[in-house]
Every structure is written in C-alpha cells, then in structure tokens.
C-alpha cells in the first residue's frame, strides 16, 4: 500500500524508517519530511497543517494509510476533515480525532477526564481572567513548588513551576491577562507539584482494542544533571530499569486501562496512540499529561525495538482488529542522545553543513534539510543518534561513540544520558 507520514522531525523520520522495511509499503512519502526521510521515502513540501494540499497529495499518490506525527493537525481536526470528506473517508488514519485530541489540546479537559475516571494525577483547579481572585486564593492556601500550565497547546512551553508566591501570581496574570502563551493561556490549570521520577508510557488503540508500546525515559533539559532550560528532549532509553513487573502492572491496572476503558465509556472514539506521561511517586504511578502522538525522542527508542511489521500493525488499527496483534519486542535496551544547535532553545542558528553522518547506523534527523552539497542543520534538535547495547550503560555508550564521529559547528550534546538511573 503507498502511505504518508505526516511531519518533519526525528518521530517522523523514525517512522518512515520502520515503515520502509515492511513488504506491505509499495510507496512512502513524508509531508514536508527532512534529509532523513528523504532516504526512505518522498518527501513532499506540505505543511502538516494544509488539509487541502494533503488531499491533493493523498489523491495524485494513491495514498492508502495515512499517520499523523505532529499534534497540531490532530487537535485542528485533520482525521475528522477525512471522515467528512466522501474522496477521502476510506483512507486510514492513525492519530485521533478532535474530541479525542482534547486529551492534549486541553490540559483542562484532560483531568476533568481523569479525575472522572479514577485516574491517579495531581490535584488541581483551573482559572480564567474572571477568576483571576479565585485563582490568587488557591495559590495562596497551596505549597510551593506552584505548578501553572496553559490550557492549550503551546509548542512545549506553557508550563511553569516557580517557588515564590508573589512571582506564581504575577506569572498567573502574566498567563491569563496579557496572553503570555497567547490563547493558550486563555485558561489556567494550577496543580500540585509532585516529586518522583517520570516515564513515558505509549499506547496503541483501535478505539476497543489496545497493545501497550515499550516505556522509556526521556530527559527534557538542557544541560547535563537535569539542569537548565526545558527542550523538546535530549536523550531517552527504553526499557526503564527502575520499571519491575510490580510497577508495570499498576500502571497497567490504575491508568493504561481505565484510559482506554474511560474513551469508550465517555463515547470518544480514538484510533491511534496515547501517550501518558507519568510519574512515579514513591512507588505508585501518576499521570502527568496526555499526549495524541507519539512522543520524541521517545520514538527513536521504542520503534527500534518493536520488530513487528508496522504496516500490519497499523492496518490492524484502521480495521479494529488490533485484538490480533501480539507484539514482539528485542530484550536489548536502546538509547538515544540528540544533537542540538548552539544556542538551542534559545535562539539558535541554522543552515550549518553536517559532517560525518555514517551509513547503516540508527541516525535519525529532527531539523535537517538537504542541499545539492549535502546534509544542513534546520532546527534546534538536529540528529537523534540511536544504539542498542545489552543495558542502558552499553547502550549509551555506542550511542556516543557513533556521536563522536558526526560533527557541525556549534553541535551540543547531553553527555550524560541516563546519569539518574
């Protein structure tokens, strides 16, 4: 079947990698794609977001199966624009419709969801300009840390968590008064902070059925300790060591099936995957957030060490027959460490030349783009470099040894992935 990846980061080029193996996939093209997609599949200039250049794209291709990386077309609807549109409802699609992508698109709906189903997460209340008083009053009666998120996408950014009251309330009228996030901070969720360790949970579900992905731990900042600014993630392994079978099975029992069993109970229908972002608290799980996709650079971890054809995997999901599907995974830990532009995530520079990128070697571009001379940086994130190894230590380790030998100016890199575990 010919299929379109939908997006241009390291997830994308990680699925179209995968994709490209199956002997189901006669075609394989990626909107817009990058340097990295470009050699298993043809990209094409569309941006994630133009619904009618993806339909002329899905219909001049024959596009049989479409998967949607990004979370923005998602929550703009982009599976229901399909449905509704009669050339285009019999094409499949994983990712979510927007009742469903709420679980993302709003931090509010997402533990309203939650908190009607029994789920474990943070306490918390939610706040708008009207209620900016109210809002000042619950900062006041909580603990700091205080935990304030923006109701509504943006870009990975909208959360804040200060010590001092006095800067929580001015950030809060920050948020909902002068639109710092813009109007996804129309609304306020405040939350109690928790402390713990977090990890990635992935989920595939045909609306009834569901397998459960491989978990990973990703780390978000910046510089080596877990210090810094917060990015869009510098490095992750899968499996997570400090996940036994007891663990697991609690999230499992408290929060993957009541997810799953809550969508159908609240007559949402999802088809795609669910990412839960948790937390371990002493020795129980919590939910952080909800995400529609999968996660990055989770994905360049845990697609590697699926070694089911995702094609069939994925037209199970399309015909609700994922019921059929066992998933068979590699013992073996992967690692991953992402390369960055200088400066990133602040401001940062682009176009720099990338030398030394190696063949047959997991190399997964996030912000690349390809000249007539070769491979260019054209983003913050730039590479994320995988690598499989007996443990997470091996892992990382081959991982930063085929690192060492890729270089562009101004490259930076954790080097520290896994130090925690």
Known sequence: MNILVIGGGGREHTLCWKLSKSNECSALFAAPGNAGTASCATNLPIGVSDFGAIKKAVLENEIQLVIVGPEEPLVLGIHDYFLNDPDLKTVGIIGPQAAAASLEGSKAFAKAFMKRHDIPTAAYA??????????????EQSQPPYVLKADGLAAGKGVLILEDLIEAKKELREMLLKNKFGKASNKVVIEEFLSGIELSCFVLTDGINYVTLPMAKDYKRIGEGDTGLNTGGMGAVSPVPFVDQEFEDKIADQIVKPTIHGLKKDGIPYQGFVFIGLIKVGNQPKVIEYNVRLGDPETEVVLPRIQNDLVTVFQAVTEGRLDEIKLEITPETAATVMAVSKGYPEAYEKGKRIEGLPENKMVFH?????????VYTSGGRVLAVTSFGQDFQSAVKSAYNTLAKIHFEGINYRKDIGFDL
């Open 126 to 139: 939610e706040f708008t300009s009207e209620t900016i008083a109210e809002g000042e009053a619950f900062l």
């Open 366 to 374: 996030a912000g690349t783009t390809l000249r007539e001379d070769g």
